[in-house]
């Protein structure tokens, strides 16, 4: 059974910093490229950003490109997303998820002073 579990969300101030962590079981995560996807409230799915399978390539959404750091430790079936500079419109649930078939529960995210 593959299991993906995101931890690390919370309440943070405008311009400060988050690191989120995805823990994966049941599967061989270096196989794969991951990526994190995350939805505001009343709003859709919107894409942050992928990385490769052994963490050589990544890629980023519009939005966010500049602000984050998406790296991965497959020793430690581990994904992260390093975010800086948060802004209220980053206030969403974050998602990791593994080729859009696993996903984990989400870790919720909210900016506000």
């Known amino acids: 059974q593959v299991q993906l579990v995101e931890s690390g969300g919370g309440l943070v101030q405008p311009g400060g910093s988050l690191r989120l962590s995805c823990v994966v079981s049941?599967?061989?995560?270096?196989?794969?490229?991951m990526s994190w996807v995350r939805q505001a409230p009343g709003k859709g799915l919107e894409w942050v950003g992928d990385i490769s399978s052994e963490g050589a390539d990544t890629y980023y959404g519009d939005s966010v490109r500049g602000r984050i750091t998406i790296s991965r430790d497959n020793a430690r079936s581990t994904l992260y997303l390093q975010m800086t500079n948060l802004q209220p419109d980053d206030t969403a649930v974050y998602y990791c998820a593994i080729l859009a078939k696993y996903w984990g529960q989400g870790t919720r995210v909210t900016v506000s002073s």
């Open positions: 049941g599967i061989t995560i270096s196989r794969f490229g």
